[in-house]
């Protein structure tokens, strides 16, 4: 497992000391980087072109990652992660499983029809359809941003921009588990009502809630990714599916996650290069 590289994007982590110690803990070898300062070919600079090297940090810089030779590279399979692809799998289990996915022309060519079907008066959770943070997910109500022109300055996108629609639910709080294919890795707590608290989740109905949903599913957008687990009036629903290599950690284990990446990417290495 000592034949994978990590590549960490500087100032990035919460505990990035932590992190690095972990890594040096476990054998690794590491180099960091910035956004800035990264060339996808210039990529020999930090390790070989067939080298298996995983890296760790933002989506923009994770994109340059996945256009090098390296495998896996990142971990952020955009097509797998978009609302679109793992909305399929996950519905009932959703806490936003009443939706519509559309363009931004279409939501305000159809705002009248969509209000009504969620019973609104004018507030609707938009976020992206892609997982790359386009525009920052959240309640908007349409009868202020009642036009193209006005949501899409609001959201800085174009009529063409697929977006997730649902109806505006309360959340009281949020967790992070970080997974490898069916088997949770670690979790964290990170948000109470709009009080960021980062705890560390070990066993507990959380998990044996998120076991049985993974159980059912079946199904996962690639060897290593994560889930937000939320509450809302006094039921756990799935939030959304996020990238591993560009995830927060809150208060997960990084001994977990190191140990688990490492073990995700060494195998999608060999089953490349065929050992």
């Known amino acids: 497992m000592k034949k994978v590289n990590w590549l960490i994007e500087k100032d990035i982590y919460d505990r990035e000391s932590e992190f690095l110690a972990e890594l040096q803990k476990q054998g690794y070898i590491y180099q960091e980087t910035k956004y800035l300062n990264f060339r996808p070919e ?3 600079q930090y390790f070989p072109p067939d080298d298996c090297v995983l890296f760790m940090g933002t989506l ?6 996945l256009r090098t030779s390296w495998i896996p590279g990142a971990y952020m399979d955009e097509k797998n992660l978009r609302c679109s692809s793992y909305y399929t799998y996950f519905g009932q289990y ?7 996915i559309l363009s931004l022309g279409e939501l305000i060519r159809r705002k009248t029809e969509i209000l009504e079907y969620f019973k609104s008066e004018g507030d609707l959770f938009i976020r992206p359809d892609s997982n790359m943070k386009s525009f920052r997910a959240g309640v908007f109500n349409l009868n202020i941003l009642n036009t193209m022109q006005s949501l899409g300055s609001e959201l800085k996108r174009d009529e063409t921009t697929l977006v997730l629609v649902s109806g505006k639910r309360e959340i009281t709080k949020e967790w992070r588990f970080f997974v ?3 088997q949770i890795i670690t979790g964290s707590l990170y948000l109470v009502g709009e009080e960021r608290v980062d705890e560390t989740i070990r066993g507990g109905y959380l998990e044996n809630y998120l076991r049985e949903v993974l159980k059912q599913v079946s199904w ?6 994560t889930i937000d687990i939320c509450e809302s009036e006094g039921e756990l629903y799935v939030l959304e599916l996020g990238s ?3 995830a927060g950690e809150y208060a997960c284990d990084w001994s977990a996650i190191v140990e688990f990446g490492a073990k995700a990417a060494w195998e999608d290495y060999e089953a490349v290069n065929q050992f």
């Open 42 to 44: 210039a990529a020999h």
């Open 60 to 65: 923009n810089l994770g994109r340059d990652i």
């Open 94 to 100: 959703l806490l936003n499983n009443k939706y519509f």
């Open 180 to 182: 490898y294919k069916n």
């Open 220 to 225: 996962y957008p690639e060897s290593v990714y």
């Open 244 to 246: 591993f290599s560009c």
